[in-house]
């Protein structure tokens, strides 16, 4: 049994490394420069200079994402580029509704008391859900 959560706790690490390195390299292969999102309209040659200095645009990939993984185990996110807020306020903003949407689908497919397939529970569910006008 420990040698078989071993195992499966040593293929999340690596499952988690690999998403890790997905969502790091969809930003760095998407085309254009990450710094002339960040310096917003028109931005001057110097602006593009800072920004990139700034944020660690000027180093090579493989310490960006040294530090980019040194950021996510210390409990650091960052913050959007777009909104300009912490990522943990964000994600904390719409945990409730997450967690609630998740509760929601998980009570949905409890069996029922005539020991029916959990699917029997949710698709009636479902369906009434998807008439429903919100």
Known sequence: M????????????????????GAFLIVH?????????????HPTPAVLRAVTREWGLDKP?????????GQLVHGRLG???????????LIAAALPVTLTIG????????????HQPP??????AGSA?????F
């Open 29 to 41: 292969l998407a085309p254009g420069n990450p710094a002339v999102l960040m310096a917003g309209l």
């Open 103 to 114: 509760a929601g689908g998980t009570v949905g497919t409890f069996p029922t008391p005539f």
């Open 2 to 21: 420990i040698r078989f959560l071993g195992r499966r706790f040593v293929l999340l690490v690596l499952e988690l490394v690999a998403v890790s390195l």
């Open 61 to 69: 990939l493989t310490t960006q994402y040294l530090t980019y993984m």
């Open 79 to 89: 913050y959007s580029m777009m909104d300009h807020h912490s990522v943990a306020s």
């Open 129 to 133: 859900a998807s008439e429903m006008s």
């Open 119 to 124: 699917y029997v529970t949710a698709t009636p």
